[in-house]
T-cell receptor, first 112, second 116 residues
């Protein structure tokens, strides 16, 4: 069964810290991995990763895929209180089911 | 301009009632979805439509019925509401079906349904 696991489940840090969130997957085939940030409302799209070793970057956020390890990390440097959110990872397993498999998310809280 | 919009944002209703949630996207996408997010924030796919055709129908009670009048709209009708239906329902859209290309998925703001 296709599965996406995120770790840690929750994390509390102080402003200025750097955090690394993990997403591991076990899927039939792999097409892409997506990261989302969910604050109080809808998940907002951050990155799509399709190739191993190519870093995607947006401001203080960056992400990279490791197809050998079946995983991805999302890094946030110099965290701010506005980074507090749930970070969701989703994988397109290309299994003919036409659906993305979501992880349970990592809840990040950044303290001032 | 809002890319994916849903109405209403909040819905409080009593058990046994019937209610509808509407979704519209102005991204020109072919594929639309309904997700249910429970209190633990887990996103569970319910339905997806591609070019108005039902593609995914997960194990959802048949009290839930989606309708896609055109590619830009996907509505969700729920009959005989139960306490367990309380959740946040998200509509989403993407350029195509998962597995058929590298498509980003965009979510609406969600509808918080509370059944009392």
């Amino acid at each position: 069964e296709d599965k996406v696991v995120q770790s840690p489940l929750s994390l509390v840090v102080h402003e200025g810290d750097t955090v690394t969130l993990n997403c591991s997957y076990e899927v039939t085939n792999f097409r892409s991995l997506l990261w989302y940030k969910q604050e109080k409302k809808a998940p907002t799209f951050l990155f799509m990763l399709t190739s191993s070793g190519i870093e995607k970057k947006s401001g203080r956020l960056s992400s990279i895929l490791d197809k050998k390890e079946l995983s991805s990390i999302l890094n946030i440097t110099a965290t701010q209180t506005g980074d507090s959110a749930i970070y969701l990872c989703a994988v397109d397993p290309t299994s003919g089911t036409y659906k993305y498999i979501f992880g349970t998310g990592t809840r990040l809280k950044v303290l001032a | 301009d809002t890319a994916v919009s849903q109405t209403p944002k909040y819905l409080v209703t009593q058990m046994g009632n019937d209610k509808s949630i509407k979704c519209e996207q102005n991204l020109g996408h072919d594929t639309m979805y309904w997700y249910k997010q429970d209190s633990k924030k887990f996103l569970k796919i319910m339905f997806s439509y591609n070019n108005k055709e039902l593609i995914i129908n997960e194990t959802v009670p048949n009290r839930f019925s989606p309708k896609s009048p055109d590619k830009a709209h996907l509505n969700l009708h729920i009959n005989s509401l139960e306490l367990g239906d309380s959740a946040v329902y998200f509509c989403a859209s993407s350029g195509g079906l998962a597995g058929m290309g590298n498509y980003e998925q965009y979510f609406g703001p969600g509808t918080r349904l509370t059944v009392t």
